[in-house]
């Protein structure tokens, strides 16, 4: 059983900026997709960024945002500490929501942006951003 744990949430105005962790137990975390999502109550679940496992020797990752959020967010990796990052930059009220870490344990680098993919969830952590 894989468990996540979200930290960095917080309240913002707008024009600033937050850093999302996640930290994962396990000791697969390096094989797993890893995504970040956000909901706003009364909402779908919806997908804000991905990043596949580091691919081959070029240990390069794929990585994919949803189109709101590029040029702004920044999804990365640790291997070696069991951590991904959402580094948000120019955050907008719109932002506002509970923002999900989440683990899909398929072979192969995709980075789906299907919550129903993801095999595994943090608790989330509240993201408010102030106009």
């Known amino acids: 059983q894989v468990q996540l744990v979200e930290s960095g949430g917080g309240l913002v105005q707008a024009g600033g900026s937050l850093r999302l962790s996640c930290a994962s137990s396990g000791r697969t975390f390096s094989s797993y997709t890893m995504g970040w999502f956000r909901q706003d109550p009364g909402k779908e679940r919806e997908f804000v960024a991905a990043i596949s496992p580091l691919i081959g020797s070029s240990r390069i990752a794929k990585v994919n945002y949803e189109d709101s959020v590029k040029g702004r967010f920044t999804i990365s990796r640790d291997d070696a500490k069991n951590t991904v990052t959402l580094q948000m930059n120019s955050l907008k009220p719109e932002d506002t929501a509970v923002y999900y870490c989440?683990?899909?344990?398929?072979?192969?680098?995709?980075?789906?942006?299907?919550?129903?993919?993801?095999?595994?969830w943090g608790q989330g952590t509240q993201v408010t951003v102030s106009s």
């Open positions: 989440a683990a899909d344990r398929a072979t192969g680098w995709g980075t789906s942006t299907r919550f129903e993919e993801y095999d595994y």
